[in-house]
Nanobody, 123 residues
Framework: QVKLVESGGGLVQAGGSLRLSCAAS????????MAWFRQAPGKEREFVAA????????YYGDSVKGRFTISRDNAKNTVYLQINTLKPEDAAVYYC????????????????WGQGTQVTVSS
């Protein structure tokens, strides 16, 4: 059973930066493709970014390209999401997810999820 724990969320001014972390335990982290999703109140869960198990391939949702960067450190069993130039529309609960299969931007294809970390943006 894989356990994912996100951290790093908080209140940030628009235009600011934040780095989210997701620590994994209970599985072979280096074998999992990892992703970040987010969900704002009243909206569907949205794909943000994904990274392959070796970190060689990354994928981003259209709304975050050029501002967000996903990375991973397999030695630390951790995946990161660097968020720059925050916008009010980035405010959401950010979730970390993992799957053994290939990259996907569909949340239903991910087997394991963290509890989420809140990102709030002040304008």
């Amino acid at each position: 059973q894989v356990k994912l724990v996100e951290s790093g969320g908080g209140l940030v001014q628009a235009g600011g930066s934040l780095r989210l972390s997701c620590a994994a335990s209970g599985g072979t982290f280096s074998m999992y493709n990892m992703a970040w999703f987010r969900q704002a109140p009243g909206k569907e869960r949205e794909f943000v970014a994904a990274i392959s198990w070796r970190g060689t391939n990354t994928y981003y949702g259209d709304s975050v390209k050029g501002r967000f960067t996903i990375s991973r450190d397999n030695a630390k069993n951790t995946v990161y999401l660097q968020i720059n130039t925050l916008k009010p529309e980035d405010a959401a609960v950010y979730y970390c997810a993992s799957r053994e299969g290939p990259y996907s931007d569909h949340s239903r294809r991910y087997e394991y999820w963290g509890q989420g970390t809140q990102v709030t943006v002040s304008s």
